[in-house]
Nanobody
């Protein structure tokens, strides 16, 4: 089964930036719609960004949670089996463990695979 490894997290001050990466192994994800999720202490895990599989003239189709829209950018490299999340203007409320996973559809953003990676911790604090 496909396995994911996320990395790139860290401690950053409010207003700062981070770039998260996710690499998939055990399978090819170029035909899988992908998403980033996060799990903050005391909260449910939530999806925050999704990306389609087809590169149109304007790029891949993407979808964002309102709380991260215009601050976060999801992208993917089909050849490298990787997905990225560029995070700008970070806020303390973005503090969470971040994961990637396939999604059943960009409409539903339901996780596709049962196995999750270990995630990468993002902490936004001064």
């Amino acid at each position: 089964q496909v396995q994911f490894v996320e990395f790139g997290g860290g401690l950053v001050q409010p207003g700062g930036s981070l770039r998260l990466s996710c690499v998939a192994s055990g399978g090819v994800i170029r035909y899988v719609e992908m998403g980033w999720y996060r799990h903050a202490p005391g909260k449910e895990r939530e999806w925050i960004a999704g990306i389609g599989t087809v590169r149109w003239e304007t790029g891949f189709k993407t979808k964002y949670k309102d709380s991260v829209k215009d601050r976060f950018t999801i992208s993917r490299d089909l050849a490298k089996n990787m997905v990225y999340l560029e995070m700008n203007t970070l806020k303390p409320e973005d503090t969470a463990l971040y994961y990637c996973n396939g999604v059943t559809s960009l409409d539903a953003m339901t996780p596709k695979f049962d196995r999750w990676g270990q995630g990468t911790q993002v902490t936004v604090s001064s």
